[in-house]
């Protein structure tokens, strides 16, 4: 995940604006939400996905087998460097643009 500096300028004043508005309870001698060990119960989830779901998701997309869709990929992308090095392509005559 990329983060930029707008984003970590937001974090910092949603951090201190949490932190100001606790003071006041602080002040109070009542205890902030949060730090009461009943509040921390957490129930976690994960949900993750196969590392090929995505290659899958393309493939449906594109209306082909997996692995019609990842050879078709692979030929464009070396059709593309070997052109590009002035090398033959030898299976340009069986590649569909």
């Known amino acids: 995940m990329n983060s930029t500096l707008s984003d970590k300028v ?39 996905l196969p590392p090929d779901q995505a290659f899958k998701d393309a493939a449906t997309l594109a209306g082909m087998a997996v692995s019609v869709w990842v050879r078709e990929r692979l030929r464009r992308a070396a059709r593309k460097e070997l052109e590009d090095a002035d090398k033959p392509v030898a299976f340009l005559g069986r590649l569909s643009a």
């Open 10 to 48: 937001h974090g910092f004043l949603n951090s201190r604006s949490v932190s100001h508005s606790a003071l006041p309870r602080l002040e109070k001698d009542v205890t902030p939400p949060g730090v009461d060990p009943e509040h921390q119960r957490v129930r976690s989830a994960a949900f993750v």
